[in-house]
């Protein structure tokens, strides 16, 4: 089992529609939690960080993390094109390299 | 959130020459830096973290003499590419941490090196 599943999509939504990512892990030593938004051939630009369990709200986006089932959770609310891009969850124990799940392809359509 | 500046974005270069990617946090002292390869379509591969002042530990299956990371002060890490081949062209991104209890990290905007 991989240490983070994250489901590639790709995921094509209308515009305005909430939209669902999740990730699972298996390393119960997680406890930072991030969400990272990627375009084509740029860096990723953090967007949700969260430590230990709970829900975190910014905007339009909404990280929720669930220790016990070890699932993490981005929604977006009024989903517009712009937020088309690759989404990448990541997480850590500490001190440790960030673990990175694959990524899942969003397309809004206009 | 904390920026982090990544030089040059793009760069092509002969087979057999090096290239030195820059990575430089700009409003934060980054204890940590990582280097990542990624290629198309799919996800980040880490190479090597480095700490300020230490030898970097690369991954398993990194060449740590083709992949030089020089992590010389808090604010500048070094990636060099020595005797690159057509194999290495990739999108190569760094990323820095600060001191804990900072657990978040912030990328650079990449690389895409290409080797002709």
């Known amino acids: 089992q991989k240490e983070v599943e994250q489901d590639p999509g790709p995921l094509s939504v209308p515009e305005g529609a909430i939209v669902s990512l999740n990730c699972t892990y298996s390393?119960?030593?997680?406890?930072?939690f991030m969400w990272y938004r990627q375009y084509s051939r740029k860096g990723p630009e953090l967007l949700m960080y969260?430590?230990?369990?709970g829900n975190k709200e910014d905007g339009r986006f909404t990280a929720q993390v669930d220790k016990s089932s070890k699932y993490i959770s981005l929604f977006i609310r009024d989903s517009q094109p712009s937020d088309s891009a690759t989404y990448l969850c990541?997480?850590?124990?500490?001190?440790?390299?960030?673990?990175f799940g694959k990524g899942t392809r969003l397309s809004v359509i206009a | 959130g904390a920026v982090v500046s990544q030089h040059p974005s793009r760069v092509i270069c002969k087979s057999g020459t090096s290239v030195k990617i820059e990575c430089r946090s700009l409003?934060?002292?980054?204890?940590?830096m990582f280097w990542y390869r990624q290629f198309p379509k799919q996800s980040l591969m880490l190479m090597a973290t480095?700490?300020?002042?230490?030898?970097?530990?690369?991954e398993q299956g990194v060449e740590k003499d083709k992949f030089l990371i020089n992590h010389a002060s808090l604010t500048l890490s070094t990636l060099t590419v020595t005797s690159a081949h057509p194999e290495d062209s990739s999108f190569y991104i760094c990323?820095?941490?600060?001191?804990?209890?900072?657990?978040?990290?912030?990328f650079g905007q990449g690389t895409r090196l290409t080797v002709v």
């Open positions: 390393n119960s030593a997680f406890q930072y």
């Open positions: 409003d934060f002292q980054a204890t940590t």
């Open positions: 969260t430590y230990s369990s």
């Open positions: 480095s700490n300020e002042g230490s030898k970097a530990t690369y």
């Open positions: 990323s820095a941490r600060g001191q804990p209890p900072n657990t978040e990290a912030f």
């Open positions: 990541a997480m850590s124990s500490g001190n440790t390299p960030l673990v």
